[in-house]
Antibody
Framework: EVQVVESGGGLAQPGGSLRLSCIAS????????MSWVRQAPGKGLEWVAN????????DYVDSVRGRFTISRDNAKSSVYLQMNSLRAEDTAVYYC????????WGQGTLVTVSS | DIVMTQSPLSLPVTPGEPASISCRSS???????????LDWYLQKPGQPPQLLIY???NRASGVPDRFSGSGSGTDFTLKISRVEAEDVGVYYC????????FGQGTKVDIK
């Protein structure tokens, strides 16, 4: 079964850091670009970052560039999102999304930035 | 960036009646392989988006055949032939030809 499972969310203070993880199963991670997508409470979906199959290219939405870093470890079937200098507006459920035709979504992991 | 525009943003429906949602992209979603990189999703409260349609017109596994997707270039449509009560929620279109971007969402509820 093709599946992704996100983890690492929680409560962080403004200016703090969190590291999200995504573990993929049922498919070969090395074959796919991967993205992180977020959804603020009561809002729509927003793409955050993506990374090429071999990790050689990354891209970010302007609002997180310089604060967030996407990475991957294909040997561990994992994708990560290091989030630094967190702001209240980063509060959201974060989803790890593979760039495949029959795309699967996990349950996401909730990040709350608040003092 | 590719901007996705959905309409309508709110759609009251009557069970048994058809329904349709439009999605327009600011750039063509046709890739060199001949496929259009456009997905449709349904999101219910507290749940992740559920894939309904991929590559513009392919129904995902387990999706009832009352759902269909069509369109090309920059204009796409999701149709529900006969709405059922379980179809309520927010529908999103998403392009995957450059980064990912989403429509604003269409909230479907029962009249």
């Amino acid at each position: 079964e093709v599946q992704v499972v996100e983890s690492g969310g929680g409560l962080a203070q403004p200016g703090g850091s969190l590291r999200l993880s995504c573990i993929a199963s049922g498919f070969t991670l090395t074959n796919y670009w991967m993205s992180w997508v977020r959804q603020a409470p009561g809002k729509g979906l927003e793409w955050v970052a993506n990374i090429k199959e071999d990790g050689s290219e990354e891209d970010y939405v302007d609002s997180v560039r310089g604060r967030f870093t996407i990475s991957r470890d294909n040997a561990k079937s994992s994708v990560y999102l290091q989030m630094n200098s967190l702001r209240a507006e980063d509060t959201a459920v974060y989803y790890c999304v593979p760039h495949m035709d029959r795309r699967v979504w996990g349950q996401g992991t909730l990040v709350t930035v608040s003092s | 960036d590719i901007v996705m525009t959905q309409s309508p943003l709110s759609l009251p429906v009557t069970p048994g009646e058809p329904a349709s949602i439009s999605c327009r992209s600011s750039q063509s979603l046709l890739y060199r392989n001949g496929y259009h990189y456009l997905d449709w999703y349904l999101q219910k409260p507290g749940q992740p988006p559920q894939l309904l349609i991929y590559l513009a017109s392919n129904r995902a596994s387990g999706v009832p055949d009352r759902f269909s997707g069509s369109g090309s270039g920059t204009d796409f449509t999701l149709k529900i032939s006969r709405v059922e009560a379980e179809d309520v929620g927010v529908y999103y279109c998403m392009q995957a030809i450059h980064r990912l971007s989403f429509g604003q969402g269409t909230k479907v509820d029962i009249k």
